[in-house]
């Protein structure tokens, strides 16, 4: 059974740093390409699409909201990928997400992804 188990969320003032982390298991993680989404649900909004990663890093897309600021990588030898986000403003508070699917693309519907990470918090104080 696949599982996603993201870390690394917390609390940050607007203008600082995170990096979040999404460890798979139960698969073979180098078969899969990898994303980030985030969801907002105080605000109403839908899960929003982040950034993608192919299976070997050699592909990567952004949203343009995040653009410049935040940076998708992966290390398969740990089963895991990465966001560093910099830069951070209030705006970005929100549950940040991991997601997982074989072929890797630009566009990234939700109901395209296979496996859900259980997501992790980031608020960002102003």
């Known amino acids: 059974q696949v599982r996603l188990v993201e870390s690394g969320g917390g609390l940050v003032q607007a203008g600082g740093s995170l990096r979040l982390s999404c460890t798979a298991s139960?698969?073979?993680?180098?078969?899969?390409?990898m994303a980030w989404f985030r969801q907002a649900p105080e605000k109403g909004e839908e899960r929003e699409f982040l950034?993608?990663?192919?299976?070997?890093?050699?592909?990567?897309t952004y949203a343009d909201s995040v653009k410049g600021r935040f940076t998708i990588s992966r290390r398969n030898a740990k089963n895991t990928e990465y966001l560093q986000m910099n830069s951070l403003k209030p705006d970005d508070t929100a549950v940040y997400y991991c997601?997982?699917?074989?072929?890797?693309?630009?566009?990234?519907?939700?109901?395209?992804?296979?496996?859900w990470g259980q997501g992790t918090q980031v608020t960002v104080s102003s």
């Open positions: 997601a997982a699917k074989r072929f890797y693309s630009n566009a990234w519907p939700t109901n395209s992804v296979e496996y």
């Open positions: 139960g698969c073979t993680f180098s078969a899969y390409a």
């Open positions: 950034a993608a990663i192919s299976w070997n890093g050699g592909s990567t």
